[in-house]
């Protein structure tokens, strides 16, 4: 099977955002649901891309390797289901720094494009935040807004994007998607 690629955010849409930083493993709990849209993805033939922004690296509050540690310990539990991440890109960067990978922008799907030879043009990007959906827009991926973490914070806020594909949560996302394939 060739492989096809996704992008996802992480908090909000894979584990629940405690509308705080997840600073400890204890802290990463999947999403209702989510787990099991991970491993359908994984059955389908879907390579997975995180984008996730941790600002909280560089304001301090946790090292990138701290925030390596707690990406290690669910990607091994969904890889050891047979799920393949095959990135996980984090901008570890404050709004004041202007870093070119802080979602909206999009220089976390460039990284990974870069890194794996790929392209993510024309993949799914599921997301639960407007920036999200502006850096889905911006790199031509297909955003969907999950209604999960800040979710239904961002459908009030959504102003002229009245178009944008919206779902419960990733498990709803991915039975989309799979329809569609
Ligand atoms: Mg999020
Ligand atoms: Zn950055």
Redesign the pocket.
């Known amino acids: 099977m060739k492989p096809k690629y996704i992008v996802l955010d992480r908090d909000g849409v894979i584990n629940v955002d405690l509308f705080d930083y997840v600073m400890d493993v204890k802290d990463f709990k999947f999403e209702e649901g989510s787990y099991e849209a991970l491993i359908e993805l994984g059955k389908n033939g879907f390579e997975i891309i995180i984008a996730t922004?941790q600002k909280c690296i560089n304001l301090g509050l946790i090292s990138f390797k701290g925030i390596e540690e707690i990406n290690n310990y669910w990607v091994d539990i969904v890889t050891k289901a047979g799920v393949k991440i095959k990135s996980v890109e984090v901008?570890?960067?404050r709004d004041e720094?202007k870093?070119?990978?802080?979602k909206p922008?999009t220089?976390?799907l460039k990284n990974a494009e870069k890194k794996h030879k790929i392209s993510l043009k024309n993949c799914f990007f599921v997301g639960d935040k407007l920036s999200d959906i502006e850096c889905a827009l911006a790199h031509g991926c297909i955003p969907i807004l999950v209604e999960t973490g800040y979710g239904l914070r961002s459908i009030e806020e959504r102003g002229s994007r009245e178009n944008l594909i919206i779902t419960k949560n990733l498990s709803e996302a991915v039975n989309l998607i799979l329809a569609k394939n």
């Open positions: 922004n901008c570890p960067h720094e870093c070119e990978c802080r922008k220089g976390l």
